[in-house]
């Protein structure tokens, strides 16, 4: 049989359709890749929704170039056993009920890999004698502090936040790991701890997937 046109000339012929199959294969497994780099991490970018801290204020840049995470308060638990503890009445802080003050509480936190950690914003509802206290620990392999930067709601009754002083730490999990470390300093249900707000700078390779550079490690594709 004749053929009056040629198939791939007008986009429907073997090679033609190889093609096509070659370049969604690879934008969907850079998409997955990127998909899956996510998922390891939390965060969103900065909207303005509260003030930023003093230490990041100062740069015109920081709404544009900061993101946080935010991490509730009742998501905690206690590094020892003994204290016991209840929820506010929603769920979103905790509070001590009985057991010793003296433990510590904490959470696990999750950023990129690469994230310059601004500051540490801790939210309490302190009505009490009491304090509550909020750290961003950074530990190294075998369990050891490395460096943590905290503070507390001393002097500051009612609803209401405090800030650290600027961290500037670069997340390294080849190192270290991280978390939140908490304490309620009285058995007291009007002294709560109610969460944190992380604010980082993600790295710029966060945005990159392979065609701005040219990498092609991440590419792969199967062609029937």
């Known amino acids: 049989m004749l053929r009056t046109r040629d198939p791939d000339a ?40 509260e003030p930023l801290p003093a230490a990041l204020a100062t740069d015109a840049e ?26 506010s009445g929603q769920g979103g802080c905790i509070y001590l009920t009985g057991g010793s003050a003296a433990v510590w509480w904490n959470t696990p936190v999750y950023l990129p890999q690469g994230a310059n ?4 914003r801790v939210f309490y509802n302190d009505a009490g004698a009491g304090n509550v206290q909020g750290y961003f620990t950074v530990y ?20 209401g936040y405090v800030d650290t002083a600027a961290i500037n730490h670069v997340v390294n999990y080849d190192s270290y790991s991280y978390v939140i470390n908490a304490r309620m300093t009285t058995v007291d249900p009007a002294v709560q701890f109610c969460g944190v707000r992380i604010f980082f700078e993600p790295p710029a ?8 550079t040219g990498n092609t490690s991440r590419w792969s594709s199967v062609i029937p």
């Open 205 to 212: 390779e966060i945005f990159i997937d392979g065609f701005e």
């Open 140 to 159: 190294d392999l075998y369990g050891a502090i490395f460096a943590e930067w905290g503070i507390g709601s001393s002097g500051t009754p009612g609803q």
């Open 62 to 87: 920081a709404p544009l170039a900061v993101w946080s995470l935010r991490i509730t308060g009742s998501t905690v638990r206690p590094r020892d056993s003994g204290p016991t503890q209840s929820a």
């Open 10 to 49: 007008v986009g429907t012929g073997r090679l033609a359709r190889r093609a096509l199959v070659f370049a969604l294969g690879a934008l969907l497994c850079v998409s997955g890749a990127i998909a899956q780099d996510a998922a390891f991490w939390q965060g969103q970018p900065y909207r303005g929704d």
């Open 117 to 120: 950690v601004g500051t540490l």
